[in-house]
């Protein structure tokens, strides 16, 4: 059973981080589109469904598979586990800070410009190479 909960972990990963490179990049184009335009309407579609049926969903299998490995494994007194749990907590904070920003543009209250999001774009790319060294390379053990 923990193969297939390990197997599952890693699939709830890539559908999050892959929603966690897309949404910013949609962004970066919304915040380039008229208010009220077709394209902007349409964006707004796209981000939602990103961001609930996609993200969301696999941030919480995510947490709960990597959790069950956590303990099932007795990682809990590793301390690369300890330094994994936060910047996987930092990429979740991130990904509140992306349903915040969605949230806006839903209203059309946007404020950032494309250049924000360029940059909000490399967040969880950056965060996703620390996770991806201290599982594998566990540098702390």
């Known amino acids: 059973?923990?193969?297939?909960?390990?197997a599952l972990h890693v699939v709830a990963i890539i559908s999050w981080m892959a929603g966690m490179l897309y949404?910013?990049?949609?962004?970066?184009?919304?915040?380039?589109?008229?208010?009220?335009?077709?394209?902007?309407?349409t964006?707004?579609?796209?981000?939602?469904?990103?961001?609930?049926?996609?993200?969301?969903?696999?941030?919480?299998?995510?947490?709960?598979?990597?959790?069950?490995l956590a303990t099932d494994g007795g990682f809990f007194d590793s301390p690369w586990l300890h330094a994994k749990l936060l910047f996987v907590s930092l990429l979740t904070i991130s990904h509140f800070m992306l349903a915040k920003y969605r949230r806006d543009f839903r209203v059309d209250r946007n404020t950032h410009p494309?250049?924000?999001?360029?940059?909000?774009?490399?967040?969880?790319?950056?965060?996703?190479?620390?996770?991806?060294?201290?599982?594998?390379?566990?540098?702390?053990?």
Do not use: Q
């Open 1 to 6: 059973m923990y193969l297939w909960i390990k």
């Open 23 to 41: 949404l910013p990049r949609l962004f970066v184009y919304h915040a380039d589109a008229a208010l009220g335009s077709d394209r902007s309407e």
């Open 43 to 68: 964006f707004k579609v796209m981000e939602g469904r990103l961001l609930f049926v996609i993200m969301t969903p696999a941030m919480i299998v995510a947490w709960i598979t990597g959790l069950f």
């Open 114 to 141: 494309s250049k924000f999001y360029r940059v909000i774009n490399e967040v969880p790319t950056i965060l996703m190479i620390f996770i991806v060294i201290l599982v594998i390379v566990k540098p702390f053990d």
